[in-house]
Structure formats: structure tokens, C-alpha cells
């Protein structure tokens, strides 16, 4: 079955770039109906989605943290990215890439849930 | 961004159990209404999606209801295994957001 595997570094200076990949086993990021997340949480708070990629390599962001994050896809290596820019202390969270399951039609897309996860990989900023 | 409101924010209870978790939504989502699971060092698991569809391999006991504003996750005869946090998710609109959990602990 698809399996997900977040990699990267650990630890992060502030105002720099905070940078982690998902590597995707068993199935292919290029599969129809599946689009790729990154969901963050911080210590003791909520879960935050940061945005999705697209096999095409569109993304969505969310829109608090749209002006610092690039997610990217290379279906080469069956992988996608994220790049969060400008780091801070608030950054600091337990990362997590996930699959999601949904269909575009006629121009509007509609999800299911994120029914694959990685385990997630604690990035700290500081310096 | 739609706000995802869960109650109560954690609840205990004993083996054998049923509960029933509610997640309330400030506008209407249809049924685009997702439930997961988090433990500790483990990738979070969906259990339930589209408010009541089980997850392959979910057990039967897991169960979801609601559509529109309010949404239930009811788990019946609790096992050891499910003592966890409980989050719901709307895919209504972008961005998808969570609610702040309910962490179901043992008595």
C-alpha cells in the first residue's frame, strides 16, 4: 500500500528556509484522484493545513501562510516539497505530508480526506 | 476559513464504553466531513470520511453521523487500542481546517 515518508532537516536558524520532502512508496504521485498536503502542528495546538500540490505541479496554499510557502512536485522521483521562507520560533511544529483523495471536474475539485499520512518529522527554529 | 468547533475537549472513559464526539461547523459543509485519530509518534489515521463512510479497515465500531453545521463520531464498546485524540476536518473549502480535538482518555 502508499506509504509516505517526510525527510529533512531537524533544526532550523530563524529567518531562514525551512525545507522537507515526502517521498511516496507503493503507488504513484502521478495517480488520478490524488492530490499531496502538508499539514503542520505545533506543540500542545491545533493541526494547520499549509497547502497541496497537484500532479500537474498547481498548488493551493492557505492563506495565512501563502507569501512564505512553495509546495512543488517531481514525479520523477515520486516526491513533492515543501519550502516555508522567513522561519520563526511559530514555525516550529511536527510536519506532516498526506494524500488526499478527490476529483476536479468542470473546474471545481472536491476532497474526501487525507487517507494516507506520514509519521511526521519535528522541525525546531532556532537559532 | 470555516471554524471546526469539537466537544467535549477531552472526556474519560472505561473499556467497553460507547461515545459519542461532536464537531460543529460556522456554516454548512454538506457532508464534506472527515474524522481522524492521532497517537503519539504514530502517522494520524482517517476513520471516517464524507461524515460517514467507514475507512477501509476502520473497525465497525467507529461510526459517523450528521451533515450541514453538526457532525457526530460515536465509538462503540471502546477498546484499549482507541484511547486517542479525535480531530474533525472539513474539505468543504479551501483551506481544510481541524478541529481542536478530543482527547478520549481511560477511567
Known amino acids: 500500500q502508499v506509504q509516505l515518508q517526510e525527510s529533512g532537516p531537524g533544526l532550523v536558524k530563524p529567518s531562514q528556509t525551512l525545507s522537507l520532502t515526502c517521498s511516496v512508496s507503493?503507488?504513484?504521485?502521478?495517480?488520478?484522484?490524488?492530490?499531496w498536503s502538508w499539514i503542520r502542528q505545533p506543540a500542545g495546538k491545533n493541526l494547520e493545513w499549509i497547502g497541496r500540490?497537484?500532479?500537474?505541479?498547481?498548488?493551493d496554499y492557505n492563506p495565512s501562510l501563502k507569501s512564505r510557502v512553495t509546495i512543488s512536485v517531481d514525479t520523477s522521483n515520486n516526491q513533492f516539497s515543501l519550502k516555508l521562507s522567513s522561519v520563526t520560533a511559530a514555525d516550529t511544529a511536527a510536519y506532516y505530508c498526506?494524500?488526499?483523495?478527490?476529483?476536479?471536474?468542470?473546474?471545481?475539485?472536491?476532497?474526501?480526506?487525507?487517507?494516507?499520512w506520514g509519521q511526521g518529522t519535528t522541525v525546531t527554529v532556532s537559532s | 476559513d470555516i471554524q471546526m468547533t469539537q466537544s467535549p475537549s477531552s472526556l474519560s472513559a472505561s473499556v467497553g464504553d460507547t461515545v459519542t464526539l461532536t464537531c460543529r461547523a460556522s456554516q454548512s459543509i454538506s457532508s464534506y466531513l472527515n474524522w481522524y485519530q492521532l497517537k503519539p509518534g504514530k502517522a494520524p489515521k482517517l476513520l471516517i470520511y464524507l461524515a460517514s463512510s467507514l475507512q477501509s479497515g476502520v473497525p465497525s465500531r467507529f461510526s459517523g453521523g450528521g451533515s450541514g453545521t453538526e457532525f457526530t463520531l460515536t465509538i462503540r464498546s471502546l477498546q484499549p487500542d482507541d484511547f486517542a485524540v479525535y480531530y474533525c476536518q472539513q474539505s468543504y473549502r479551501t483551506p481544510p481546517t481541524f478541529g481542536q480535538g478530543t482527547r478520549v482518555e481511560i477511567k
Open positions: 498526506a494524500r488526499e483523495e478527490g476529483y476536479c471536474s468542470r473546474g471545481s475539485c472536491y476532497y474526501y480526506g487525507m487517507d494516507v
Open positions: 500540490v497537484y500532479p500537474s505541479g498547481t498548488a
Open positions: 507503493g503507488g504513484s504521485i502521478s495517480s488520478d484522484n490524488y492530490y
